[in-house]
């Protein structure tokens, strides 16, 4: 009779934790891509090409994009504010992480624009600098840009502009990796006279570049180079190229390249190291065949995964960004030339690493340019995302049928315990 009981409560466990299991497993695959709200209210969205996020307000959020300029959100991409106005191309836009108020920002045909009120309002700086600016990177208080017409580099906070070289390319990405006196700066291209290849690097700022080898392919185009914060698996901070022939990574200041496997094969236009963990790796693709999608890698690069699901059929990622929330989230742009239709998206991604989520208050909302409506009832639904994670309800009822039932099995353990007592005391 005892063993039956043991038996029944022992399957009744086995059940409930498989339950419980299931429920776990079910929740992380359901994590869904949701939208962000919309540019402009009953309008279409314009596609985007670079979204940044404030260091030290994780709300807010800036976005370049093609045919509203620069818009920027101080709720986490729920409303959006036109700011730029007379602007309506931009290419890329990053904050500076060692002036949080500070974000700059590169256009199509209106050079480099810079702000320092987190971009409520902005100033064009073109002194010397071509008017299609690119791709930006800043490290300390060195600026430098790839244009159509090759690189250039301002260390007076953007009041002039001194030409690198490389003016034969369209250069669509730079870099700078820090060394113990000075530091490196990557230059790729997409277009131009590459000569022996597309990624290039100097050691200065003297204009003297040198094209990458090392097993990198010498006919593989350059759309995005990442460089992470701090070392992985190296001395060094990695440093990811994103090409038309897929991602490749160095860990020694690019004397070698080894390309990172795992994803499907296709172009690769962006890529995002975790700054709280150099080991987490996002990459966005465009890819033509269908394939393209955000994917993140937890393990250097080593293996790879679709995040999440949601996103439209056959997305073309075109900007991707991390918000240091708790969990952190993922901002994502999809954009099908087919059909003209763009969006924004978020996710969570609670298996990324944390800095600095604590949320600070909030930025103020004031702009210097046209507001977009507040979101109505008619307009497309924005969900809003805290800085807790939500639990599957079936997960809290499998965990407490779980916790009864061990009390009942300890419950009738003493009760028979206490009757086998009674029974054989002398």
């Given amino acids: 009779m005892r063993r039956s009981h043991h038996f029944v409560a022992a ?3 086995l059940v409930v934790a498989g339950s419980l299991s299931t429920a776990a497993v079910a929740t992380a695959a359901d994590t869904r891509w949701v939208a962000a709200g919309a540019q402009q209210i009953g309008q279409s969205d314009k596609p985007v090409w670079s979204v940044s996020v404030s260091p030290t307000h994780p709300s807010l959020v800036l976005a370049a994009t093609e045919g509203r300029g620069v818009l920027r959100s101080a709720d986490s991409g729920a409303t959006w504010s036109a700011v730029t106005p007379g602007v309506t191309g931009a290419w890329v836009v990053r904050f500076d992480s060692q002036q949080p108020a500070t974000a700059y920002a590169g256009t199509q045909v209106g050079g480099f624009l810079k702000s320092t009120d987190e971009g409520k309002s902005w100033t064009a700086l073109n002194q010397g600098l071509p008017l299609d600016v690119r791709s930006i990177d800043v490290l300390g208080a060195t600026i430098v840009v790839g ?7 301002s260390t007076d906070g953007a009041t002039t502009w001194h030409a690198l070289g490389l003016a ?41 570049w040198r094209v990458m080898k090392g097993g990198f392919p010498s006919d593989a185009t350059i759309a995005t180079i990442a460089v ?11 440093v990811v190229a994103g090409t038309s ?13 080894n390309p990172l496997n795992g994803l499907p094969t296709a172009d690769f236009n962006l890529v995002l190291f975790n700054p709280a963990n150099a080991d987490q790796i996002y990459a966005g693709s465009d890819a033509d065949q269908g394939n393209g999608g955000v994917f993140r890698s937890l393990d250097r690069g080593a ?6 699901s949601g996103l439209p059929v ?34 969570i991604d609670p298996a990324a690493s944390v800095a600095g989520a604590s949320a600070a208050p909030t930025p103020s909302v004031t702009v210097r340019a046209t507001t977009t409506p507040p979101v109505s009832a008619a307009a497309p639904a924005a969900r809003r995302t805290g800085s807790t994670l939500s639990i599957s309800p079936s997960y809290v009822i499998a965990l407490a049928v779980l916790v009864a039932i061990g009390l009942f099995v300890l419950v009738r353990r003493w009760r028979l315990r206490r009757e086998d007592r009674r029974t054989y005391s002398p």
């Fill in 11 to 13: 399957t009744l466990i």
């Fill in 314 to 347: 056959r997305p073309r990622i075109t900007a991707l960004a991390l918000q240091a929330l708790n969990p952190p989230e993922v901002l994502a742009a999809a954009w099908n030339p087919t059909t003209g239709q763009a969006g924004a998206y978020r996710i």
């Fill in 228 to 238: 992470a914060s701090k070392s992985s698996g190296g001395s060094d901070p990695p």
């Fill in 147 to 153: 244009t159509a017409q090759g690189v250039y580099d």
């Fill in 168 to 208: 034969d390319l369209d250069v669509s990405s730079v870099a700078l990796l820090a060394k113990p006196s000075g530091f490196s700066v990557f230059a790729g291209a997409d277009n131009g006279n590459a000569g022996a290849g597309y990624l290039l690097k100097s050691e200065d700022l003297t204009g003297s």
């Fill in 303 to 308: 293996s790879w995964s679709t995040l999440g």
């Fill in 245 to 257: 022939q897929g991602l490749f990574r160095s860990d020694d200041r690019g004397a070698s390249w």
